[in-house]
T-cell receptor, first 111, second 113 residues
């Protein structure tokens, strides 16, 4: 039981490039989330999903897109990366409306 | 966006000391969660609280759901070096339509052997 996994662990992009972050969970959780973590800002919700085929905007959705084609996977896309998107990205999942379990994070630098 | 007020921001203590930290909100919550984040890792859930006044322990950790529903407390007894990390509180608004958690900005704990 691996829990929540994220790939890649590290990535460096140039401004304007695109990329996709992959999150996978093997706990059969309905709910999945993408957060970004910046110094002094805590964790901020980007997008979330309440089930396969559904997505919704969180607190800071601009510049990101997501897809949940399979229950176990939640993809986060950056169409045209900007330096302001340099951050650590965390995926989380939950079975109920309460306890969220986090992945190890992806460290993204945009130059 | 809304954030929780978490204090203290940082603590530097000696091994064996007890630690207390708290989180306050301007709105009522129906769930409080406490997480620990080690350097380079994702947050790990420590304790979940669901009822006002609830007191829950996990080993040397004890957390309480404040009776006003606007605060929560985490205590660590007899600290050890592996307690080092950032501790986050998180809460869910009462009556919230989504599963959105609001996170505190964290308490950095350093333990000197």
């Amino acid at each position: 039981n691996a829990g929540v996994t994220q790939t890649p662990k590290f990535r460096v992009l140039k401004t304007g490039q695109s990329m996709t972050l992959l999150c996978a969970q093997d706990m059969n959780h309905e709910y999945m989330y993408w957060y970004r973590q910046d110094p002094g800002m805590g964790l901020r919700l980007i997008h979330y999903s309440v089930g396969e085929g559904t997505t919704a905007k969180g607190e800071v959705p601009d510049g990101y897109n997501v897809s949940r084609l399979k229950k176990q996977n939640f993809l986060l896309g950056l169409e045209s990366a900007a330096p302001s998107q340099t951050s650590v990205y965390f995926c989380a999942s939950s079975l109920t409306l309460y306890e969220q379990y986090f992945g190890p994070g992806t460290r993204l630098t945009v130059t | 966006g809304q954030q929780l007020n978490q204090s203290p921001q940082s603590m530097f203590i000696q091994e064996g000391e007890d630690v207390s930290m708290n989180c306050t909100s301007s709105s009522i919550f129906n769930t409080w969660l406490w997480y620990k984040q080690d350097p380079g890792e994702g947050p790990v859930l420590l304790i979940a609280l669901y009822k006002a006044g609830e007191l829950t322990s996990n080993g040397r950790l004890t957390a309480q759901f404040g009776i006003t529903r606007k605060d929560s407390f985490l205590n660590i007894s007899a600290s050890i070096p592996s307690d080092v990390g950032i501790y986050f509180c998180a809460g869910r608004n009462y009556g919230g339509a989504t599963n959105k958690l609001i996170f505190g900005t964290g308490t950095l704990l350093a333990v000197q052997p």
